[in-house]
């Protein structure tokens, strides 16, 4: 495999991502931010940011498929959350295990959550963009 997930020793151990990815293929994937459309364009979610996390998710996913790629070729995963507070991560930890569920993955790059004042369109509450790399 192209990507060796790690969690050096001197940083702290965090569950649901490892901290540096070393990445060893050919081809690097730039994805745009996916947010919580379907295919034709709906937001899915509207309000709920559990369910915004999740479609985000699977849009990520279905970009990655697009590329002959999965998430165990992703290396980093950036997250931009409007009004992010603490007290919303319950919410995208179940968007983010409903997707894993869904997916049959556990993804765990290195990531980066970001909170915003605003994105592309009010309804909007999350963006997720990822950067894989394939042999």
């Known amino acids: 495999m192209a990507i060796t997930l790690v969690n050096p020793e001197g940083l702290p151990k965090v569950d649901v991502y490892?901290?540096?990815a070393v990445a060893t293929g050919s081809k690097l994937v730039f994805m745009a931010g996916q947010v919580s459309w379907d295919a034709e364009g709906r937001?899915?979610?509207?309000g709920d940011?559990?369910?915004?996390?999740?479609?985000?998710?699977?849009?990520?996913?279905t970009a990655l498929a697009?590329?002959?790629a999965?998430?165990?070729?992703?290396?980093?995963?950036?997250?931009?959350?409007?009004?992010?507070?603490?007290?919303k991560m319950p919410l995208f930890l179940e968007g983010a295990s409903r997707a894993a569920a869904?997916?049959?993955v556990t993804p765990v790059p290195p990531g980066t959550l970001i909170?915003?004042?605003a994105l592309d369109v009010p309804e909007h509450l999350v963006?997720?963009?990822a950067t894989a790399v394939l042999d």
């Open 43 to 46: 937001t899915i979610g509207e």
């Open 127 to 129: 963006e997720i963009e």
């Open 49 to 61: 940011l559990a369910a915004q996390v999740e479609q985000c998710y699977l849009n990520v996913a």
């Open 115 to 117: 909170g915003v004042a």
């Open 18 to 20: 490892r901290q540096v």
């Open 102 to 104: 869904k997916l049959g």
């Open 66 to 68: 697009g590329v002959g």
């Open 70 to 87: 999965t998430f165990d070729n992703v290396v980093k995963l950036t997250v931009y959350v409007v009004d992010w507070t603490p007290d």
